[in-house]
Nanobody, 120 residues
């Protein structure tokens, strides 16, 4: 299974971006939770938002009210709508998902990072 993240870019403060994370694979798989993490230069990777199979969500305090995570189960895709962006949101954003393939126990997979730069 592979996760492909996209949608990053350069935006001015106050602007918006929408990140996408699509899962694909050659065998049957099912996705439980999907997460977005970010890592700014010189800082640890932090969890930004999560969405669970039942649609429930959780957010880091720093993005509550500005970011919205969603998913399209039929397309195995998660989205992160980022509004009112701030310079401190600048980071590489990574998608992560708990995926079960066939009869094997679930594992966490990572996508490649997509860079988000917010200018002041």
């Amino acid at each position: 299974v592979q996760l492909q993240a996209s949608g990053g870019g350069l935006v001015q403060a106050g602007g918006s971006l929408r990140l996408s994370c699509a899962a694909s694979g050659n065998y049957f798989f099912s996705i439980n939770e999907m997460n977005w993490y970010r890592q700014a230069p010189g800082k640890q990777r932090e969890l930004v938002a999560s969405i669970f199979r039942d649609g429930s969500t959780a957010y880091a305090d720093s993005v509550k009210g500005r970011f919205t995570i969603s998913r399209h189960n039929a397309e195995n895709t998660a989205y992160l709508q980022m509004n009112s962006l701030k310079p401190e949101d600048t980071a590489d954003y990574y998608c992560n998902a708990e995926i079960r393939t066939g009869d094997y126990p679930s594992s966490y997979y990572w996508g490649q990072g997509t860079q988000v730069t917010v200018s002041s």
